[in-house]
């Protein structure tokens, strides 16, 4: 079945250091999608890539679909406290269910003041 | 409003027991989800529903069975509790499967003991 892998599981940083999570996908991608999980909250949406080699931003996010739409990377420019969380990478893939989203195990942050 | 909303928060019970959980949208979404973050947060896909048929149904222990009333609600009972069923539940649901992004419910916190 297809396999989503997210590294680094753990990243701590100074605040203003940058940080990137990196997923990889063992199939290819129709789109993937971030979210974001505060501690103790909920997974909340960030975005989502669709096309080949998209690329996007949100303010100091910025977010990169592989050209093989295999792969996807979430870069944070200057980190600031209220980065804290995980970060996860869901993908659905082009042969699966439109229903299945496959989560990445994702990446716990923590930024240091 | 809550988009999605799930109750209880917290649910503390003893091995063996039965107990329910509870989710609705008002979102009038088509797609409805349970997933299982342990205690690592990773986040596994439990059921998915699409119009109140279901549609996916991961390897998990038939002590979990997912009802859906109509559209807007999906609730998770289980039987027979095991502690390895400790974990959060989180409810989701989304317009169109994983073509559109997903809204979260706060999710319930289970401890078996």
């Known amino acids: 079945g297809q396999q989503v892998m997210q590294i680094p599981q753990y990243q701590h940083v100074q605040e203003g250091e940058d940080f990137t999570t990196y997923c990889n996908s063992s199939?290819?991608?129709?789109?993937i999608q971030w979210y974001k999980q505060r501690p103790g909250g909920h997974p909340v949406f960030l975005i989502q890539l669709v096309k080949s080699g998209e690329v996007k931003k949100q303010k100091r996010l910025t977010f990169q679909f592989g050209e093989a739409k295999k792969n996807s990377s979430l870069h944070i420019t200057a980190t600031q406290t209220t980065d804290v969380g995980t970060y996860f990478c869901a993908g659905l893939g082009e042969e699966t269910s439109g229903s299945r989203l496959t989560f990445g195990e994702g990446t716990q942050l923590t930024v240091n003041p | 409003d809550t988009a999605v909303s799930q109750t209880p928060k917290y649910l503390v019970t003893q091995m063996g027991n039965d107990k329910s959980i509870k989710c609705e949208q008002n979102l009038g979404h088509d797609t409805m989800y349970w997933y299982k973050q342990d205690s690592k947060k990773f986040l596994k896909i439990m059921f998915s529903?699409?119009?109140?048929?279901?549609?996916i149904n991961e390897t998990v222990p038939n002590r979990f069975s997912p009802k859906s009333p109509d559209k807007a609600h999906l609730n998770l009972h289980i039987n027979s509790l095991e502690l390895g069923d400790s974990a959060v539940y989180f409810c989701a649901s989304s317009q169109v499967g994983g073509w559109t992004e997903a809204f979260f419910g706060q999710g319930t916190r289970l401890t078996v003991v």
């Open positions: 529903y699409n119009n109140k048929e279901l549609i």
């Open positions: 199939t290819t991608l129709s789109n």
